[in-house]
């Protein structure tokens, strides 16, 4: 009988240790979930009249969300979630950002969105109307001299894994500008390998649509592939991919 009991009162302990630990994941989860909705809402906020004026506080907030997105696969998918709203106003505030630290923020946060593992965001990433958005921000980030380095290769990097989800990703670039744009980055950096890799994976997509590929062709596409093999082809074996 007194072996019984203490076997009941092993099995109690354990399935109440259990309990209180399902309880602590839950409480963080919840915590968790808490912080990226506060965050969102903070963002959203900053950017209620298409400006962002507090400008020190919507780069706290996006290095925030970046952290979690970068930490938390839990981020990622709340951001996501069929009802939330967090791709809208990330991309609402990326639209409306005019300074360069918070505008890079943006980037990396949806460049996370979208890495491995990241279909199905990708696919919601495009039905929120992000392909527009950022060729828009392509053709504006070009027109600084110089452009901004770190941008165009989040840039490149998050259209290069999004432009084949969306079936009108051709003719969307070759209205932006964007074939030249990319075009020409790969021209002026050849020696560059950090940029003209995503440029290249974005040529690639870009030349999906045979409209693109021909316009490609002609502006001598095909010669500069060969600029790039014969540095690159001993060291370098994914961009000469």
Request: aromatic fraction near 4%; glycine fraction near 8%; proline fraction near 2%.
């Amino acid at each position: 009988v007194a072996a019984e009991r203490l076997r009941d009162r092993l099995k109690w302990q354990s399935e109440r240790g259990s309990l209180v630990k399902m309880n602590k994941v839950k409480g963080s989860t919840d915590k968790g979930n808490t912080r990226i909705l506060s965050l969102l809402a903070q963002l959203e906020k900053l950017t209620l009249d298409g400006t962002v004026h507090d400008v020190e506080n919507g780069r706290y907030v996006t290095s925030k969300l970046l952290h979690l997105a970068q930490t938390q696969e839990r981020t990622k998918k709340d951001i996501t979630a069929k009802g939330s709203t967090g791709m809208e106003i990330i991309l609402s505030t990326l639209e409306n950002s005019r300074d360069q630290q918070m505008t890079l923020n943006i980037l990396n946060i949806l460049n996370e969105l979208v890495s491995v593992g990241g279909g199905r965001r990708g696919s919601i990433l495009v039905s929120k109307g992000g392909s527009q958005i950022l060729l828009q921000l392509l053709f504006s980030a070009s027109k600084d001299l110089p452009p901004n380095e770190e941008i165009m290769v989040q840039l490149h990097s998050i259209l290069a894994k999004i432009g084949p989800k969306d079936k009108k990703f051709g003719v969307k670039a070759r209205i932006n500008g964007a074939l030249g744009i990319t075009l020409n980055l790969v021209k002026q950096n050849l020696q560059n390998f950090k940029l003209i890799l995503p440029c290249l994976q974005l040529l690639r997509v870009y030349s999906n649509n045979a409209v693109n590929a021909i316009s490609l062709g002609k502006n001598g596409v095909v010669e500069l592939m060969f600029k790039i093999i014969g540095p690159f082809s001993r060291k370098n074996t994914s961009l000469v991919k």
